[in-house]
């Protein structure tokens, strides 16, 4: 075994031990960042395909040989590459858009596989996902469900339907990406869940085949994801008196990863305490789907940014890095917490700095009051930057779109390019 740690490293990566220190040097897998910084230049996303891998094991020897499908929140890191890794592995898919079904079937994934999510479907998309025959859409309301009933019907087909409801649960997490409680905008509210089942009974292009919710993200307590459950087989059991019958219960909100000091839970820590549940309430024959995303990809990814300018002053130190707010928007949106790790350690005093991009907003920070021993020209790993991380970046301030790597053992694969000036002004026009 290569020891990971350094005497100079100044905390364990968080995306360990894929994310390593060798002597002074920061690696993904076998790849040194300090030289893939050097070659392809920064700011850079490098992904690390073994993790990814890890994290997929994690789920899988959690549910042992129990009846789950992990669909993968892709929304997370929706690469080609990372999609395609996960469908080799035999994934599933939870989608939003119709972008993101084409993006997956571009993948390769099996759409029987692939659930669709989210409050504002339209029509376009609803056609596209019944004729790539998805294995179910999760509707959140009554107004979308009536809407997929003509849909379905005038393509001559049936839409296998969850309704999802909003359980009203607190997911004890950033209010941002809190999405269970009655106050979001997600969901058919529980105590109207089960009238909205018995209308979709009635209508004929409509397969009534699960139920849904989802509660947050990045949660780290099992107790919100039982109070859930336990709302939802309450539902189930009032249903089944209706003679409606379930197949399938889609247990949405995501394990939370570490980003500083937190402890999140273990996918076999969640799976051992729902199926307690699911069969002392005599549901254990529901087919169980798990939605994860930023607990399968979040630890696989850092982004390589170098330190442009040590600005210092009395009342701050500023680090001004080459990536910005645009290239990782958690910080600026929701005061997010990101490790960051120098790509080569230095031999001497930290100094406490804010690290900050290019940006014209004083909400472009990446991370605050960091103790670094640092220089300018130096590169640095943003930490826990696989997922919302790329997917979430934009063109603001008309800064090119980053590349993204996806490092496989000592081989690096370039999996998307860096954005060109043309690129930016592609698709413009100016009136004549
Ligand atoms: N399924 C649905 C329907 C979702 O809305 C989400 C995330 C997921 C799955 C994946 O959840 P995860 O396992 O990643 O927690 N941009 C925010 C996170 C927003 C999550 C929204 N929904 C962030 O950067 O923290």
Redesign the pocket.
């Known amino acids: 075994m290569t020891d990971h740690s350094s005497p100079l490293a100044m905390r364990t990566p968080a995306g360990a031990p894929h994310f390593h220190y060798q002597g002074d040097a920061l690696y993904a897998e076998g790849v040194r960042l300090h030289d893939l910084a050097q070659t392809l230049g920064t700011p850079l996303y490098v992904y690390s395909r073994a993790a990814l891998g890890t994290a997929w094991s994690a789920y899988q020897e959690a549910i042992g040989g129990r009846n789950v499908l992990v669909c993968y929140?892709m929304?997370?890191n929706s690469n080609l590459a990372v999609l395609r890794e996960f469908a080799r592995l035999g994934s599933g898919f939870?989608i939003?858009s119709g972008g993101e079904l084409a993006r997956v079937l571009a993948a390769g994934a099996d759409p029987s596989r692939v659930v669709f999510?989210g409050v504002g479907k339209q029509v376009w998309e609803m056609r596209a996902a019944l004729a790539a025959g998805v294995k179910c859409f999760n509707v959140e309301s009554v107004p979308e469900l009536r809407r997929l009933s003509g849909v379905a019907a005038a393509a001559g087909k049936r839409a296998a339907v969850s309704l999802r409801v909003n359980p009203d649960v607190d997911a004890q997490t950033h209010p941002y990406?809190s999405?269970g409680l009655k106050e979001n905008k997600f969901g058919i509210a529980i105590d109207q869940a089960a009238s909205a089942y018995e209308l979709a009974a009635t209508l004929p292009a409509i397969e009534i085949v699960g139920v849904d919710c989802?509660i947050g993200?990045?949660i780290t307590e099992v107790s919100p994801y039982l109070d859930a459950l336990d709302k939802l087989l309450g539902l189930i059991d009032r249903l089944a008196l209706k003679g409606i019958r379930l197949r399938h219960l889609d247990l949405?909100g995501?394990?939370g990863i570490r980003y500083d000091d937190e402890t999140p839970l273990a996918p076999s820590a969640l799976l051992d305490h729902v199926f307690a549940q699911l069969n002392s309430r005599g549901y254990g024959h529901l087919e169980l789907v798990l939605?994860?995303?930023?607990?399968l990809v979040g630890n696989a990814g850092v982004l390589l940014t170098r330190v442009q300018y040590l600005k210092l002053s009395e009342a701050r130190n500023f680090a001004i890095v080459d990536a910005a707010m645009n290239d990782l928007m958690?910080p600026a949106l929701?005061e997010?917490w990101h490790g960051v790790l120098p790509a080569m350690v230095r031999n001497q005093s930290p100094v406490l700095y804010d690290v900050v991009g290019p940006v014209c907003e004083s909400a472009d920070w990446l991370a605050r009051a960091r103790a670094l021993a640092i220089e300018e020209d130096d590169v640095l790993a943003i930490e826990s930057a696989g997922?919302?991380g790329f997917v979430?970046s934009s063109n603001y301030n008309s800064r090119p779109l980053l590349p993204e790597i996806l490092v496989d053992g000592t081989e690096t694969h370039l999996i998307r390019k860096r954005q060109t000036l043309d690129d930016l002004i592609q698709g413009e026009s100016i009136p004549a």
């Open positions: 929140g929304k997370a939870d939003v999510s990406i999405t989802h993200s990045q949405g995501g394990l939605e994860p995303g930023r607990s958690r929701y997010a997922a919302y979430m």
